[in-house]
């Protein structure tokens, strides 16, 4: 009878050790689901700044994307001596905002009417584009771009919906340029006419 106590104890220690786990489990806070998605849209880090103001947008990285040589750099893809376009990989929260949202989103941010250009930047490697990675993003950019070429809104719609292919992040002072650079920033983009542009095609800016 002295032995009772402890083997009741006993009996229950793989419940309590149980309950312990569950509970410690339920403790911990539920991860994100991240994705990415990569556009293009003219200079970099407009791109960045503006894809930074989403709710639910986790990190921005300014790179270039839709070329296939190895390692590029700004020299050469700003000379257009690349098959890469200045483009920005966002990281999101998908349970915040939605790859179809951040599609939308682009494209009141850009001018989709303009062939290898944006706003006062010139050649292919500031065109527009939705660089998708897997088919289900392909299949929400084709059916966006569809549906505002249906709108008859624009004449032509120029942005490209391609694969990826490749992403190689800008060098580090190109990164929140915007931020480190706020003067010389603001002045770029101010005499770039971007945002004037974008509020005369979508009625008003993000900026």
């Known amino acids: 009878m002295k032995h009772t106590p402890l083997l009741r104890l006993s009996a229950f220690l793989p419940l309590a050790a149980g309950l312990f786990i569950s509970l410690a489990g339920l403790s911990q806070p539920a991860r994100a689901a991240t994705e990415t998605a990569v556009f293009a849209g003219g200079c970099f880090w407009c791109v ?48 915040k ?18 062939q290898d250009r944006q706003f006062c930047d010139e050649g292919h490697q500031y065109r527009t584009a939705i660089f998708y990675q897997n088919d289900a993003q392909k299949k929400v950019a084709e059916a966006s771009k569809a549906k505002l070429v249906a709108s008859g809104k624009f004449p032509h719609v120029y942005t490209e919906v391609a694969p990826v292919l490749n992403f190689y992040p800008a060098e580090s002072y190109h990164q929140n340029y915007y931020q480190k650079n706020p003067i010389r920033y603001e002045f770029y983009r101010l005499n770039c006419g971007r945002d004037n542009r974008v509020k005369e095609l979508w009625g008003k800016s993000v900026h």
């Open 48 to 95: 960045e700044s503006d894809f930074d103001k989403v709710a639910g947008v986790i990190e921005t990285t300014s790179g270039y994307a839709g070329g296939t040589e190895a390692s590029p750099n700004y020299q050469t893809v700003s000379a257009g001596q690349t098959g890469y376009a200045e483009s920005v990989r966002v990281t999101f929260d998908n349970s």
């Open 97 to 114: 905002v939605s790859y179809s949202q951040l599609v939308e989103y682009f494209w009141k941010t850009i001018d989709p009417t303009v």
